[in-house]
Antibody
Framework: EVHLVESGGGLVQPGGSLRLSCAAS????????MNWVRQAPGKGLEWVSY????????DYADPVKGRFTMSRDNSKNSLYLQMNSLRVEDSAVYYCARGAAGGDYMDVWGKGTTVTVSS | IVLTQSPDFQSVTPKEKVTITCRASQSIGTSLHWYQQKPDQSPKLLIN???QSFSGVPSRFSGGGSGTDFTLTINSLEAEDAATYYCHQTNSLPWTFGQGTKVEIK
């Protein structure tokens, strides 16, 4: 069965850093693009970043560009999001989501990890 | 690309038909997908590329449209369909989502 499990969330002060991880299982991780999507409390979904299957293409939403870095280690079936210079408005549940093979939509989502940025 | 869903909220009785619309600020072809998110759960894919039902999704869910106007239809609503529904475009970066439509069961 396909599984995505996020970890690394927590409480951090404004200006701080956090590294999220996403462990994938049940599929050939190296064959799929991946995404991070976040959801602020009581709000809608916001796409954060995308990485192609072999890291050849990486893109970010404007609000996180220059502060967040997405990466993956296909040998470890793992996805990462390094978040620096965190702001209060970055507080959200962060989901990792698999990009569909041959398509751009997201067909499998993890349960999410919560990031709270507060002093 | 801004996606605007309507309505924001809908209260519906079981077995009723529900139609949610999603309008894009510019033409996106059929690069429009629909997700369902139940309370305290992660989103689940329902429809990809405007009208293709994702594997395992009940047949009462269907999608249509192209260009700038899209619809998600739930035929004969069931109690388990209480959720927030989001449209999502992948025509051009940055990918965006609609604001969501909450469907409540009366």
């Amino acid at each position: 069965e396909v599984h995505l499990v996020e970890s690394g969330g927590g409480l951090v002060q404004p200006g701080g850093s956090l590294r999220l991880s996403c462990a994938a299982s049940g599929f050939t991780f190296s064959g799929y693009p991946m995404n991070w999507v976040r959801q602020a409390p009581g709000k809608g979904l916001e796409w954060v970043s995308y990485i192609s299957s072999r890291s050849g293409a990486i893109d970010y939403a404007d609000p996180v560009k220059g502060r967040f870095t997405m990466s993956r280690d296909n040998s470890k079936n793992s996805l990462y999001l390094q978040m620096n210079s965190l702001r209060v408005e970055d507080s959200a549940v962060y989901y990792c989501a698999r990009g569909a093979a041959g398509g751009d939509y997201m067909d499998v989502w993890g349960k999410g990890t919560t990031v709270t940025v507060s002093s | 690309i801004v996606l605007t869903q309507s309505p924001d909220f809908q209260s519906v009785t079981p077995k009723e038909k529900v139609t949610i619309t999603c309008r894009a600020s510019q033409s996106i072809g059929t690069s429009l997908h629909w997700y369902q998110q139940k309370p305290d759960q992660s989103p689940k894919l329902l429809i990809n590329y405007a009208s293709q039902s994702f594997s395992g999704v009940p047949s009462r869910f269907s999608g249509g449209g192209s260009g700038t106007d899209f619809t998600l239809t739930i035929n004969s609503l069931e109690a388990e369909d209480a959720a927030t529904y989001y449209c999502h475009q992948t025509n051009s970066l940055p990918w965006t989502f609609g604001q969501g439509t909450k469907v409540e069961i009366k």
